[in-house]
């Protein structure tokens, strides 16, 4: 195959960069993917950190008369406390490595979603692209319709044709001109799926030319194949993590403060500050423990085996694409031999014209169904480019590799 493997050329403006993959995307698409960085990334921090227990501020007043005298007294205390877990068999560094592997796979997410929303805006400007040749192929083949309805009318008036082969000839002409209404709704259709999406202009926007993944590449780093891989290891940690809420833990409890109590009438007053210690071992016993770690457990090796499924789908998708591919180069190089067959009749039908053989709708209709196969190849070039630019958007989710 002539497409060299892992190159992808692009030639692109100086405003779209690599670390910006979204940039070719609207405004309000960009912002919410802005937004829902910020989100996961929040939320790795507070994962990541939510095993640090609270300090508990506390600041109290008691006033306490006594019910068998006139004496009261007064106790004002201001303090702090905490009960930290030092140990959690192992749940602590599972819970950090868990929040690691959660924000992998949310970036692999959003990877993935910028990764669509490209390959829907690059596709569909090659399907604009596509349908703009479609409509002058259609345009050339009217013509040829319009001709042999000329020759099919000069017949039938002289008696040479019956009126079925007039018909026919009206027909086929018909067909064309309905086609050519369905191409023109196309265009209008694929110019709107790129303003949902983006502000670039679909006639003027530079294309880049998009080149073969190489296989292996292409199964080692497929978008897809990379999330469910970080999911699996989302859903390892979480099984530990859940583990682990039910085997033995160590908490420190401290507690520092300053207290003033006023006896008033009585001796004993304080005034200063305070503090203790402590440490307590809590062991869970719960009825549902073993139902609650086994679930967890069969999410995480669920995940895991669909690893091995996914890779072997892949493996089909790309054989797939390159046979697809294969088979447009093929009729590409057919069409080129043609080519030139059309350009040796074309030359005779020119020279019986001269000569007055033949009449001038010979090689008008020739000469536009050579353009019509021309435009066969500019039209299977761009159903090449869209199969690798399906390949390509898989495996990256900007238009350059990374």
Known sequence: MKYPVLLILFLLSDVCRADEPYTLLSPEKQEMLRLEREAYEAEHEKLRTNWIAPL??????????????????????????????????????YQIAYADA?????????????????RQLFISILEYRKALFEKEQTALKLKNKEIEVAIKRHLFDAGKADITELNNALMEKSAELKSLAAIEYSIAEQR????????????????????????????????????????????????????????PSIALNAALG??????????GDYDGHYYNT???????????????????????????????????SLEGSYAQAVEKIKSFEETIALIRRNLSLYDDLIGAIRSGVEAGTKTGYDLQTLQNSRSIEEFDIR????????????????????????
């Open 258 to 267: 300053y207290r003033r109590y006023d006896p008033k009438e009585r001796t």
């Open 192 to 247: 709107y799926e790129i303003a949902k999406i983006s502000d670039v202009a679909a006639d003027s926007f530079e294309l880049p030319r998009f080149e073969l993944i190489d296989r292996k590449a292409y199964l080692d780093e497929e978008l897809d194949l990379r999330y469910t891989r970080a999911n699996t290891q989302t859903q390892r940690y979480a099984y530990e993590v859940t583990a682990s809420d039910y085997l």
């Open 379 to 402: 039209i299977y070039e761009i159903d090449i480019q869209i199969e690798l630019a399906k390949l390509h958007f898989a495996l990256n989710p900007s238009k350059e590799l990374p």
């Open 278 to 312: 402590g440490i307590s071992l809590t062991l869970p016993l719960s009825y549902n423990a073993s139902s609650t770690v086994q679930e967890a457990r069969a999410l995480y090796l669920k995940e895991a085996a669909s690893v091995a499924d996914k890779r072997r």
């Open 102 to 118: 959660k924000k992998e796979r949310e970036s692999l997410s959003r990877q993935k979603e910028i990764a669509l929303l490209n």
């Open 56 to 93: 508990n501020l506390s600041g109290t007043y008691d006033y306490d008369r006594s019910a068998q005298g006139e004496f009261f007294s007064t106790t004002e205390t201001v303090s702090g406390s905490i009960a930290q877990d030092v140990f959690r068999s192992g749940g602590i560094t």
